[in-house]
């Protein structure tokens, strides 16, 4: 019998900083994954958690997770170099409708540390750009400097209409102020036919109200990438609930009218 | 004819499987027969920290598990289908495919509910032999049993058990605890559970558990564990961050028995629950599973389609 818990060892190709307290780690490792999925990564000694994937489906000799220095696991992470062994094990979960989405009109949405899985997506997305029509980002973050993956709003701006918006602009801040309305002006899309994909934990219910309802964007074309603690990623531990779901296998995308009616 | 093992023959029959294997009695264990195969705490990776190679611990010893209730066996068939779909739990299967369950039953047994062998009480003297698998079948080929035309078959009646009778309809159950989401009852559950997970401990069927890493005293080693944890302690759904998904005592509370009722219900099309009461004898607030259901399926019943 597969012993579906135990990791693989991985090595760090590559620790790139991209705010005081985010690391971008690239993983030498080619993985088949959908946009969306995660991985868990384990850090002998100071555990294991769940990552998403932030790099491109088609690259096929690394993966890139960006991990935000918040417990135990994330704080020795951060201490590695390129060169050093982490282990891992995955990918697990779903991962976006790639073909539900696909020909449509697409409103990606997400604050923060909610980039990685957005960024894999943008990737494909860009990949196959004949298959989609207008795409558009809106990512948001408390100050300009917590804003990730920087490095690509240039490239990715030739296929998609990138928005930033923070809470706490700085002299030099050319993006927007919060998610306010006028955000949706800037957006011109088919409502018809299109969908919107979101990734927590940020503003969900602001971005709803003030974007995505204006928009005329119904719950049901809305996927939402779930976070929860998780400690196995095969559906047994039960940390990562959510109503009738598990985030690790029936997620951690999820429609949002499917998840909205939750308890929890 | 009937298999039959004499009552007085059965310790010796014990004795004599004892000499090639290990045998557990599980009468007196304030834990559930789940320990044998989902140990409390079990050490699930050794990771060298100076070759950098993990090895996982090879699992060798068979026992033989004797269990008294049929509740307990119940539970551990419906474990084993939690265990087993769709992602089959390595460190479960390791001890549970090398395990024989047998159950000694002093009550009339209508249909055996899992377990290898059922050995079920016929009249004072005599045991009648259920065999259920392969693995049961093995330990009864010896002088110990013997066939017997028409034995003398006495109706031992359970004790009556009105919350298993509950159980039977597990899509009301399901129905009524959804429903009860706002019900006073969760408050006033709130204010009486310690949040201890005693509850959890002794249940049969739960199965949450953690998993963390300790580092070995001389550096050398790390050692990853899992251990069983609880839906009811405080830091359950907490990520790194602080965030918590289920910050209250009634939040978490109402988790267990959403898992319990609805969840499974909808997984596995019954109630995780065999009402065997251990969570009732346990409770250090005297919280009764079985009346908070009672009370729960009454008021759904005369309020619930009209809210």
Same mark, same amino acid.
Not at chain 1, 10 to 19: C, L, R
Not at chain 2, 118 to 136: A, D, F, M, P
């Given at each position: 019998?597969?012993?579906l818990?135990?990791?693989?060892?991985?090595k760090?190709?590559?620790?790139?900083?991209?705010?005081?307290?985010?690391?971008l780690?690239?993983l030498?490792k080619?993985?088949?994954?959908?946009?969306g999925q995660f991985i868990?990564v384990?850090h002998?000694?100071?555990g294991?958690?769940?990552f998403g994937?932030?790099?491109?489906p088609?690259?096929d000799?690394y993966?890139?997770i960006?991990?935000?220095?918040v417990?135990?696991?994330?704080?020795?992470?951060?201490?590695?170099e390129?060169?050093d062994e982490?282990?891992m094990?995955?990918p697990?979960?779903?991962?976006f409708?790639l073909?539900?989405?696909s020909?449509?009109?697409i409103?990606?949405?997400?604050?923060g540390c909610?980039i990685?899985p957005?960024?894999?997506l943008i990737?494909?997305?860009?990949?196959n750009?004949?298959?989609f029509?207008?795409?558009?980002?809106?990512?948001?973050?408390?100050?300009?400097?917590?804003l990730?993956m920087?490095d690509n709003f240039?490239?990715?701006?030739?296929?998609?209409k990138i928005?930033?918006?923070?809470?706490?602009?700085?002299?030099?801040?050319?993006?927007?102020?919060?998610?306010v309305?006028?955000?949706?002006d800037?957006?011109?899309?088919?409502?018809k036919d299109?969908v919107?994909v979101?990734?927590g934990p940020g503003?969900?219910?602001?971005?709803?109200?003030?974007?995505l309802r204006?928009?005329?964007?119904?719950d049901?074309r809305?996927f939402?990438?779930?976070e929860?603690k998780?400690?196995?990623?095969?559906g047994?531990c039960?940390?990562?609930?959510?109503g009738d779901?598990?985030?690790c296998e029936?997620?951690?995308?999820?429609?949002?009218?499917?998840v909205d009616?939750?308890w929890? | 004819?009937?298999?039959?093992?004499?009552k007085k023959?059965?310790?010796d029959?014990?004795?004599e499987?004892?000499k090639?294997?290990v045998v557990?009695?599980?009468?007196?264990?304030?834990?559930?027969?789940?320990?044998?195969?989902?140990p409390p /705490?079990?050490e699930i990776?050794i990771f060298? +920290? &100076?070759?950098k190679?993990? $090895?996982?611990?090879? =699992?060798?010893? #068979?026992?033989?598990?004797?269990?008294h209730h049929?509740g307990?066996?119940?539970a551990?068939?419906?474990l084993d289908?939690i265990?087993?779909k769709p992602?089959?739990?390595f460190?479960?299967w390791?001890?549970r495919?090398?395990?024989?369950?047998i159950g000694?039953?002093?009550?009339?047994v209508?249909v055996a509910?899992g377990g290898?062998?059922v050995l079920?009480?016929?009249?004072?003297?005599?045991?009648?032999?259920?065999i259920?698998?392969?693995?049961?079948? /093995?330990?009864?080929?010896n002088?110990f049993? +013997? &066939?017997?035309d028409?034995? $003398?078959?006495?109706n =031992?009646l359970? #004790?009556?058990n009105p919350f298993k009778e509950?159980?039977?309809d597990?899509e009301?159950?399901?129905?009524a605890v959804?429903?009860?989401k706002?019900?006073?009852?969760w408050d006033?559950?709130?204010k009486?559970c310690l949040?201890?997970?005693?509850?959890?401990?002794?249940c049969p069927?739960?199965h949450?558990?953690?998993?963390?890493?300790?580092v070995?005293?001389?550096?050398?080693?790390c050692?990853?564990?899992?251990?069983?944890d609880?839906c009811?302690l405080?830091n359950f759904?907490?990520?790194?961050?602080?965030?918590n998904?289920?910050?209250t005592?009634?939040e978490r =509370?109402?988790?267990w028995f959403y898992?319990?009722?609805?969840?499974?219900?909808?997984?596995?099309?019954?109630?995780?629950?065999?009402?065997?009461?251990?969570c009732?004898?346990?409770c250090?607030?005297?919280?009764?599973?079985?009346d908070?259901?009672?009370e729960?399926?009454?008021d759904?019943?005369?309020?619930?389609?009209?809210?």
């Amino acid at each position: 019998m597969e012993n579906l818990y135990k990791p693989f060892k991985v090595k760090i190709a590559k620790v790139e900083k991209h705010s005081n307290d985010v690391k971008l780690f690239r993983l030498e490792k080619n993985l088949s994954f959908n946009p969306g999925q995660f991985i868990l990564v384990s850090h002998f000694g100071y555990g294991e958690a769940p990552f998403g994937i932030a790099s491109s489906p088609y690259q096929d000799s690394y993966i890139d997770i960006v991990v935000r220095r918040v417990g135990t696991l994330t704080k020795a992470l951060h201490k590695l170099e390129p060169g050093d062994e982490i282990f891992m094990r995955g990918p697990y979960g779903n991962g976006f409708p790639l073909d539900f989405i696909s020909g449509k009109d697409i409103v990606m949405v997400t604050g923060g540390c909610g980039i990685p899985p957005i960024a894999a997506l943008i990737e494909y997305i860009i990949a196959n750009k004949d298959k989609f029509g207008r795409v558009y980002l809106i990512y948001g973050a408390k100050t300009p400097n917590d804003l990730l993956m920087k490095d690509n709003f240039k490239r990715w701006g030739k296929d998609i209409k990138i928005l930033l918006t923070v809470d706490e602009p700085d002299k030099n801040w050319k993006g927007y102020k919060g998610m306010v309305s006028e955000l949706v002006d800037e957006i011109k899309i088919d409502a018809k036919d299109a969908v919107s994909v979101m990734c927590g934990p940020g503003p969900m219910m602001d971005v709803l109200e003030k974007i995505l309802r204006p928009l005329g964007i119904p719950d049901r074309r809305i996927f939402v990438n779930m976070e929860r603690k998780m400690q196995c990623g095969i559906g047994k531990c039960q940390h990562c609930v959510t109503g009738d779901k598990y985030v690790c296998e029936d997620g951690p995308v999820f429609n949002f009218d499917e998840v909205d009616k939750n308890w929890d | 004819m009937d298999l039959i093992i004499e009552k007085k023959q059965i310790k010796d029959w014990l004795a004599e499987l004892k000499k090639e294997n290990v045998v557990i009695d599980s009468k007196k264990d304030a834990l559930p027969i789940k320990q044998y195969f989902f140990p409390p /705490k079990q050490e699930i990776f050794i990771f060298n +920290k &100076e070759t950098k190679e993990l $090895e996982s611990p090879d =699992y060798k010893k #068979e026992i033989i598990i004797i269990c008294h209730h049929l509740g307990q066996l119940e539970a551990m068939t419906q474990l084993d289908e939690i265990m087993g779909k769709p992602n089959p739990d390595f460190f479960y299967w390791q001890r549970r495919e090398k395990s024989i369950l047998i159950g000694l039953i002093d009550e009339s047994v209508e249909v055996a509910p899992g377990g290898d062998l059922v050995l079920e009480k016929i009249n004072s003297k005599q045991y009648r032999v259920l065999i259920l698998t392969e693995k049961g079948k /093995k330990i009864i080929k010896n002088k110990f049993f +013997k &066939e017997i035309d028409k034995p $003398e078959i006495k109706n =031992y009646l359970s #004790e009556e058990n009105p919350f298993k009778e509950m159980l039977l309809d597990s899509e009301l159950l399901a129905d009524a605890v959804k429903w009860s989401k706002n019900h006073k009852i969760w408050d006033k559950l709130a204010k009486k559970c310690l949040g201890c997970g005693i509850c959890t401990y002794v249940c049969p069927l739960c199965h949450c558990f953690s998993i963390d890493d300790r580092v070995v005293l001389d550096d050398k080693e790390c050692i990853r564990c899992r251990q069983w944890d609880a839906c009811t302690l405080p830091n359950f759904a907490k990520i790194a961050g602080g965030h918590n998904f289920h910050k209250t005592i009634k939040e978490r =509370y109402y988790n267990w028995f959403y898992h319990k009722f609805v969840r499974a219900y909808k997984e596995y099309g019954k109630a995780q629950c065999v009402a065997c009461g251990n969570c009732k004898r346990n409770c250090p607030a005297g919280i009764n599973i079985g009346d908070v259901l009672k009370e729960i399926v009454e008021d759904y019943k005369k309020h619930g389609k009209s809210i």
